[in-house]
């Protein structure tokens, strides 16, 4: 579908260019936008680096295990049909920490592995498993107490105090999350499973 959408979004806005007579500020625009794509890109890769090397370390060290045993009963609850001692759950209490700590692009591998190891068990294998909605429905609406990315964002674009929202965030994606948990237990009652 994106592949349509950029294309018309293209056409369009040269064609706008070319009636309102506008084409040197398109072709500035064009220009002055690849290279802040990149500005953008290169400070998010040095916190993204340096966020992922944090998560080996801490996987090294076996601190990610501990991590796992501050989770071990939040993910009974919520996959009950998962082993505690199992590849899959380290996978989504690693998965879930690297959410907590805003590293949604850290928390993608620990997040399809886990979705690997779950499909293993999966009696339906052209079907997701409840266990493999709540962690995505879990992995989209995280929870997150330092949104790192974002701050990262906020500050490039000249934020004075790129914090400042986190309040504020912590409500709405605490809300989300508990909305998101109750809503697949709901439609797992009403399904019957």
Sequence with gaps: MLNYIWPIMIIISVFSAIITNRIPELSNSVL?????AIDLTISIMGMMCFWTGIMKIAEKSNLTQKISKIFENFIKFIFPDCDCASKATYAICMNITANLLGLGNAATPFGIKAM??????NKFKNTASKSMIMLAVI???????????????????????????????????????????????????????
């Excluded at 690997?116 to 068990?121: I, P, T």
């Excluded at 605490?174 to 237990?185: E, R």
């Design 32 to 36: 002055s936008g690849a290279k802040d």
């Design 116 to 121: 690997r190891e779950l499909q293993k068990s």
């Design 139 to 193: 992995n989209t609406a995280s929870f997150q107490i330092i949104p790192t990315l974002l701050c990262t964002l906020r500050q490039k674009h000249g934020s004075e105090n790129p914090m400042k929202i986190l309040p504020y965030l912590w409500i709405t994606s605490l809300c989300a999350l508990i909305v998101g948990i109750l809503a697949v237990k709901f439609f797992e009652r009403k399904n019957g499973d």
